[in-house]
């Protein structure tokens, strides 16, 4: 499917110049105020193959700021790390609701609803800073590991923006914390999260580096195994339903692949067996995805015949 590579290359370039006008649909991200400087005119797609090779059209190489796409890796490690343990704490289903709503929380005794939204990502992150004496260090390897570049970095701008301005996911974890679902001091848990979600990547690195999702756990450049092939049916199968937050129903309808979008506008989708997607554009919907982002997937995925249904 992705075997062409110069054809697969000029369609990525002709999907990008035909969405690139449509920057004025959407509104960057400016709850993190930081987040709210990028250019909206960013537009990037990326394809990496499981055999290794990757194209690109756009910004596809610059660095933007990952967000919630981070909350793939951190429960990939969280499950590593604590095996079946982490379902006692966090669901695995839909939540219907927005990234950030604390409602829901309340009703169901602090168990977040899924690990992708927020309070599910607080939940993970308290499993790591819990359990890895440097977890923010041990959360940056692996993305190093992952992506086989070492240049990734957190950018610290945005990691202080969000801390300053993290009210909503301070209040989730307090919540969570007063049922007795979180082990760690909030600031050390918040640290964490806020850290991740601070890592720079570009589209490039990212699709690299969730090969192995597409590859039964398997890492297919270094041949490492990155987690079961149980735990990556389970990773695509809460993206599938959960990844586009309230739009996953939407996502699966059109489009039909196993996605993580990002406030930073980056959009991830996993197409098993062959490889990964990484596309981004920061004017986001109101459901916190990116629009053009959201297009180039949909345009790729309806050409290729990419849907996993
Ligand atoms: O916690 C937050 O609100 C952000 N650091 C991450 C949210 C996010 O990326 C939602 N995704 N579309």
Known sequence: ????????????????????????????????????????????????????????????????????????FGLVMAMNRIGD????????????????????????????????INAGALLVADVLTSHFSTSKL??????RTLAHD???????????????????????AYLMKSFGNIEAEIPAVLSHYFTQCAVAMSCEQLAKSLLFLANK???????????????????NAILSTSGMYDQSGEFAFSI????????????????????????????LNSFGNSVIGTNLLANLAQELGLSIY
């Open 150 to 172: 070492d240049n990734i970095y957190i950018d610290q701008d945005v990691y202080q923006s969000e801390l300053e301005h993290g009210n909503r996911n301070a209040a989730l």
């Open 256 to 283: 039909g692949l196993p996605a993580k979008s990002g406030v930073g506008g980056g959009v991830v989708a996993i197409v098993p067996n062959y490889g990964v997607i990484c596309t981004w554009s920061p004017p």
């Open 1 to 72: 499917m992705f075997k062409d590579l110069a054809r697969l290359q000029a369609k990525l370039k002709a999907l990008v110049t035909e969405q690139e006008n449509l920057c004025q649909q959407g509104k960057v991200a400016d709850y993190i105020p930081a987040l709210a400087k990028v250019p909206a005119t960013k537009i990037a797609a990326c394809v990496a193959n499981i055999n290794g090779s990757s194209v690109g059209a756009g910004d596809y190489q610059e660095p933007f700021s990952i967000q919630s796409i981070s909350k793939v």
């Open 138 to 143: 041990a959360f940056l390897c692996f993305m």
């Open 217 to 235: 756990g398997v890492d297919p450049i270094s041949k490492q195994v990155i987690c079961t092939p149980r735990d990556a049916h389970r990773v």
């Open 85 to 116: 343990d982490l379902w006692q704490r966090v669901n695995m289903e839909p939540s219907g609701q927005p990234f950030n709503s604390i409602i829901q929380l309340e009703w169901e005794k602090g168990i977040p609803r899924n690990p992708v």
